[in-house]
C-alpha cells in the first residue's frame, strides 16, 4: 500500500498545487524528497523503484498512444520543415552539447557523457508545457504552429531513441563497460603487487 500512498500523494500535491495557481512540477519534487525522507528501508525502496518504473512505462505508453491518436497528415506535412529543423537542433546539437558542458570535471567516460546527451529525458515533459501554454493564452496560428512542432519533435525524439537504444546499449556494454571492467581488474592486479 505504501506506493499507492506515494502516487496519490504525488498526485493529491500536483493538484492542489494547481488549483491555487501554483507549479505542480516543483510542488510533486518537494513532495518526493519529503516523501523519500520518511522511507529509508532499502528492500521498501527497491520494490517502490520497481513499482514506480512499471507505472512510468505505463503511463509513457498511455501519452504516446494518445498523441499518436492526434496525429494528422495535413498539419504534419504543412509544420514538418520547422519541425524537423529544430528537432535537428535539439537532437543532434543542443542536447548532446549540454549534456557534454554539464558533465565537464565528472569522473564519468566520453562515451557515457555522448549517450547522456543522445537519449537524454523524454518528450513528455514538452507535452505538459504545450498544454501550459495552450490553457494560459496561446492561440491561433502560433498556438497550432508550436502545438504541432512540439508533436513532431516529441515524434522523432521517440522514433529515433526507440531505434537506436538497443543496439547503442548493445555496443555501450561491449567496449565502454567492458572496457572499464578490464581495467579495473588490472588496476587491482597491481595494487597487489
Not at 5 to 12: E, N, Q, R
Not at 14 to 41: D, Q
Not at 51 to 77: C, D, N, Q, Y
Not at 167 to 184: C, D, F, I, T
Request: no cysteine; charged share 15%.
Amino acid at each position: 500500500m505504501d506506493d499507492f500512498i506515494g502516487l496519490s500523494t504525488v498526485l493529491l500535491t500536483y493538484s492542489l498545487t494547481e488549483l491555487v495557481n501554483g507549479y505542480g512540477f516543483l510542488a510533486v519534487f518537494v513532495a518526493g524528497v519529503a516523501l523519500r525522507s520518511n522511507y529509508l528501508n532499502a528492500e521498501k525502496s527497491a520494490s517502490r523503484l520497481h513499482f514506480m518504473e512499471r507505472l512510468e512505462k505505463l503511463t509513457e505508453v498511455g501519452t504516446i498512444l494518445l498523441l499518436g491518436s492526434l496525429l494528422r497528415i495535413e498539419p504534419m506535412a504543412r509544420f514538418a520543415a520547422p519541425a524537423l529543423l529544430i528537432a535537428a537542433l535539439l537532437l543532434f546539437v543542443i542536447r548532446p552539447l549540454g549534456a557534454w558542458i554539464s558533465t565537464i570535471g565528472s569522473p564519468v567516460h566520453p562515451a557515457t557523457r555522448w549517450l547522456f546527451g543522445w537519449f537524454g529525458i523524454r518528450g513528455v515533459g514538452s507535452l505538459y508545457y504545450l498544454t501550459y501554454a495552450l490553457s494560459h493564452g496561446l492561440r491561433d496560428n502560433d498556438g497550432e504552429l508550436i502545438a504541432w512542432v512540439t508533436f513532431i519533435v516529441v515524434i522523432v525524439s521517440v522514433t529515433l531513441h526507440g531505434v537506436s537504444s538497443t543496439p547503442l546499449m548493445k555496443w555501450y556494454k561491449r567496449h565502454v563497460e567492458g572496457h572499464e571492467a578490464s581495467n579495473q581488474v588490472l588496476i587491482q592486479a597491481k595494487s597487489k603487487r
